[in-house]
């Protein structure tokens, strides 16, 4: 288990070419490891298992005596993690089903604060929530012995709630498995996984000597794999940073400090030109996808084989999405790197994303980049480095962030990029005021705090 001083990161390892047979005896295996998880899917995902899903070893046992791995002829290396990680996908579904019902709790008028009680409490009771589904007796929680409420009314509140918004995961990705360390050894630079036939392994040549222990995910590509490791990398903590910083996060430049520092300047010149490329190849491939239905459909076996062999690939498609979405990354991880460097942070305060009550945008060309935007990966990063460089990061709620000025209080006017108040006459950018807005928001919450 990672201690105070470290955490857990995910390191590369990757393949050299492989021939293949090597690339089609993996693919099978990914194959039959989504065949595996769309089985647990299926058959754990209802409320009747809802008591079931911990501990994972209950599913794991049943699964084992099922007769699905030997049709497979799936070593039990790749078996049982394919298990385990569908039933931790369902509980992550179950997660968010209740997360949905809470917000509909909340929202709901005629509710009373006894139903509400009642209702959140069963929610966070597995085992009771898991007996309303299934119409089976339970014993009254606690925290709501004695309130004043229909019982009845609720229970079936719920149940319906739970059937609205339940649904049974499935995946298509066939693209990469999980191993597990008694699966693998090495030799002679190369990783030597466990193969369908009994102790014998096939050999996967590495680019590096490195070795692992520990459980890893293989990710298949054109003609080599890719290896996901998860290590302990220490934190480390830096004396000299000692400040606090107040970020803006915004689509066009990155990074807008209170202190008037910009990081990550012209995000969008990056970002904006691939997304408008990517809707002008879809649309063109789109119409071909449409003229090869046609032909298919008429009988036309010539057009629809020289579609086929000139048109509806994805390899140079994915190798320059790809491609973009690296350099992307890059200039993203190297203006973190940089000011983290210059600010020499202490603690980060930012605000939270907002995912809810946002106006619709009815213009294609901004949800395409919306779409695109890499807010949650900069979010991410963020949240990373903070973590490897021992940096509190704080998230505060972004109400009164936007809109008010950060001099005088008033409601401003924002075009654009810029941010205007009629009130006291300032003139700056809109991310500035909002960095500005969040410092004043953080320092006021402060002061509350110690009041």
Not at 143 to 155: F, M, Q, S, Y
Not at 398 to 427: M, P, V, Y
Request: glycine share 6%; net charge positive.
């Amino acid at each position: 288990m990672p201690s105070d001083s470290t955490m857990t990161k995910i390191v590369w390892q990757y393949s050299e070419p492989l021939p293949e047979e090597t690339m089609t005896f993996l693919r099978g295996i990914a194959e039959d490891c989504c065949k595996v998880k769309n089985y647990v899917y299926e058959r754990y995902s209802g409320v009747k298992n809802l008591n079931s899903l911990t501990p994972v070893y209950t599913i794991l046992n049943e699964m084992r005596y099922c007769g699905l791995r030997e049709q497979l002829n799936l070593p039990a290396v790749y078996y049982e993690l394919a298990i385990a990680d569908a039933v931790t996908n369902i509980k992550c579904s179950w997660g968010m089903v209740k997360n949905k019902v809470g917000e509909k709790i909340t929202a709901n008028e005629n509710l009373s604060d006894n139903d509400r009680i009642y209702l959140r409490t069963v929610l966070k009771m597995g085992s009771v929530y898991a007996a309303v589904l299934n119409r089976q007796s339970y014993e009254m929680p606690k925290n709501a012995a004695g309130l004043d409420i229909d019982v009845k009314r609720l229970n079936n509140l719920l149940c319906r709630l739970t059937r609205r918004y339940l649904t049974q995961p499935k995946t298509d990705s066939v693209s990469s498995f999980r191993i597990s360390p008694n699966g693998y050894s090495y030799k002679d630079g190369a990783m030597r996984i466990v193969c369908r036939v009994p102790r014998k392994r096939i050999s996967i040549p590495l680019k590096d000597g490195r070795t692992f222990d520990r459980q890893i995910q293989v990710h298949i590509k054109d003609n080599f794999v890719a290896l996901a490791v998860p290590i302990e990398a220490k934190i480390k903590k830096h004396q000299d940073y000692t400040n606090t910083v107040y970020i803006h996060i915004g689509n066009q430049d990155m990074f807008t400090l209170s202190n008037e520092h910009v990081y990550g300047a012209s995000l969008s010149e990056l970002t904006n030109p691939e997304t408008e490329r990517l809707a002008k190849k879809n649309q063109e491939r789109h119409r071909i996808y449409t003229a090869y239905r046609q032909h298919a459909e008429s009988g036309n076996r010539h057009k629809t084989e020289n579609i086929e062999a000139n048109n509806l690939g994805r390899r140079k498609y994915d190798s320059q999405k790809e491609k973009e979405k690296r350099r992307t990354t890059n200039f993203i991880n190297t203006e973190m790197n940089r000011m983290f460097r210059t600010e020499k942070p202490a603690r980060i305060v930012i605000t939270k994303p907002v995912t809810k009550n946002k106006s619709k945008l009815y213009s294609k060309s901004g949800n395409r980049k919306l779409t695109r935007n890499f807010r949650g990966y900069i979010r991410d990063r963020l949240t990373y480095k903070c973590q490897v460089n021992a940096v509190e990061l704080v998230e505060l709620n972004s109400k009164g962030t936007g809109k008010i000025c950060s001099a005088c209080g008033a409601e401003g006017k924002r075009q654009g990029r810029e941010f205007t108040c009629e009130s006291c006459g300032l003139k700056t950018t809109i991310a500035l005021n909002s960095a500005k807005n969040i410092q004043h928001k953080y320092m006021e919450n402060q002061k509350g705090s110690y009041a």
